[in-house]
């Protein structure tokens, strides 16, 4: 029940102003078909990972430039390194899938 409601709180937190009407929706005052809504929302999520990969991935490095000689740190954030250019991928992938079943089913 948490899960579900959180889900809502962030839903309704990240989209403010919209407005559902029968065949488009309405966000501060721009009007959107459901494909273009949709559309945006995977592409907002899609660049905010992004970025948070981007973000470890830096993270990852300034870690093996500080380790001080200690092997165990600097192999920690080349696992950080790693992980983020995985999460990276696996976003970029995911993101080409998603648009490519829009294109399919929406045709546009």
Known sequence: MKKI???LL??????PGTVFAANSIT????SLTLPEFLQHIVTMGATWIAALCTTLFLVGGFWMI???GKEERAKQGKTIMTNALMGLGIILLS???IRTVFFIIFQN
Do not use: M
Request: glycine share 6%.
């Open 27 to 30: 966000i501060s005052g721009s």
């Open 5 to 7: 409601l959180s889900i």
């Open 66 to 68: 500080i380790n001080a």
């Open 95 to 97: 993101y080409a899938v």
């Open 10 to 15: 962030v839903a309704f937190s990240v989209l």
